[in-house]
Structure formats: C-alpha cells, structure tokens
C-alpha cells in the first residue's frame, strides 16, 4: 500500500535549484510540510508550505543545526534528502586541491554527515532517507574522477547504512539520476542511450519511492538494468559499452566551455548555490 505524504516533515538540502528545487515542489503538491536548506535560500520558491533556511552543508554544524530549527519549526522530520551537490569538470592533473577537497565536502562528507544526524532522530520512530547519487555511481566519466568517486561513496554508503538500519523502521534509497537538465549539466553533450532528463522527472521518482521505498532509485528507470548488466559482466564489458555509447568523451568535451562557465565559477564560491 503507498504511503501518503500528507502532512510528512520532508528536509531537503540543497533545495533552492535544479533536482532539490523540484523536489520541493512536488512534496509540497502532495501536502508534504517542507524545509529548504540551501546556501542561498532567497532562490528558492518556498511557496505555502515550505520554509527555506541558509545553510551550509560544508559546515557540519550548521547542517546540525539547520536539522534541529526544522524540527524546533516544523516537528520531528521523517524524511531527509541528501540532495546537495556539484560538479566543476577538469582533467584529474589541473585539478586544484581546493576543488577536490569542497566536491567531496559537499558531495559526500555532507551526505554522511546529514544522514547520520537523520539516524540518530529516526531510529527511535521511524524515517526515510533519501541521498541523490549519479549514473556516475556506476559508470564514471572522465573529465569528472572527483566527482564520480563521490557518488561512489554515496551509493556504496548508502548501501552499508541501509543494512545497519534494516531492523529499524527507517529507510534508505539512493537515487542515480541521469543527465539532468540543470546547470550543473551545462554544456554535455548528449550521449546514445542517456538522454536528458528534467529535474521534474527525478522529483518524480523521489515521490514515488518516498510512498513506495526501495533502494536503488535509477532515473529513468529503464538505464537501471543496463548499469547492473555492465557491472555483473566485468569490467571489459563495461568499458566496451563506454565505448560504445561514447561515454567517455562528455565531460571531457565539456572542461572549460564558455557554455559552463558562471555555473563553474559559483561551484568555487562558498557564498553562492551551486546545484
């Protein structure tokens, strides 16, 4: 039986743009009460029934503290999303330490961090966690290593949380989206056999999943047989079917075009939204 998210306290982080931006608004229409934590929450479009909140989720007391005034505000929350993230491109050599280390601040520590905190509250009653990975989870592309090796880390933690957490009545999807057309995707090119998506149509499956949870969430749902197919069949299988869809070169193609430059330039301020 769906579960109705009628009057459910949803956070999402990263809420202000893009996936986390339709996400709230489509909790909202299905009567969700939602925070919007966000670096820069004057972009969101909070409307009636959202409430949106500065945050920083590099900062891990702020995140605290950012989930504590929504549960102060709002009530105990039952759902978290982990949806924060960005995706500056570069070749791994011209890769400047300061960018490797926020891509994995915001990409994967905050995901940690944040559901930790979610754990601790929701254990005792009952909850969902939701954390935004990538296809990149399963097939990396180059001229992305960092962030591919985050969303690695994502669906991989999410895997061994979910596990510790099975006895509970808290659960745990991971959510791999394709090429969204948001700005973090900005000047890709499109690749055989993943074309663009909307954000609407991840926030979608982030409602279905949320009335009917199950773990491993691709969008859209058909890549999902594909992705599990190359990595059952070995890693020369695998980089065939790269080849073969030309996934190798998208990222690639995409270092330094002007196409991608102010949404590059805001993933390297801690003052602006970068998602």
Known sequence: MARSLADKVIAVTGGARGIGAAT????????ATVAIGDIDPEAANAGDHALALPVDVTD????????????????????????????PLTR?????????????AINLHAVIHGSREAA???RPRGGHIVNVASVA??????????????????????????????????????????????ELAAGLPEVPGFAPITPDDVAAAIVATLRRPRFEVYVPRRIGPMLRL???TGR????????????????????????????????????????
């Open 60 to 87: 891990r007391d702020a995140l605290t503290s950012f989930l504590d005034t929504v549960e102060r505000r709002l009530g105990p929350i039952d759902v978290l999303i982990n949806n924060a993230g960005i995706m």
């Open 92 to 104: 791994i050599e011209d890769e400047q330490d300061t960018a490797t280390a926020r891509i994995l």
């Open 230 to 232: 190359s990595t059952l």
């Open 24 to 31: 709230a608004a489509a909790l909202t229409r299905a009567g």
């Open 137 to 182: 989870a399963r097939i990396p592309f180059p001229g992305g290593a960092t962030y591919a090796a985050t969303k690695f880390g994502v669906l991989g933690f999410s895997e061994a949380i979910r596990a510790e957490l099975r006895e509970s009545d808290v659960d745990v999807s991971c959510v791999l989206p394709g090429f969204v057309r948001t």
């Open 236 to 275: 020369r299988f695998s980089e065939w079917l790269q080849r073969m869809l030309r996934a190798e070169t998208p990222m690639l193609s995409a270092v330094g075009s002007p196409e991608r430059a102010a949404y590059e330039e805001r993933t390297r301020s801690p003052r602006k939204g970068a998602r």
């Open 120 to 122: 601790r509250r929701m």
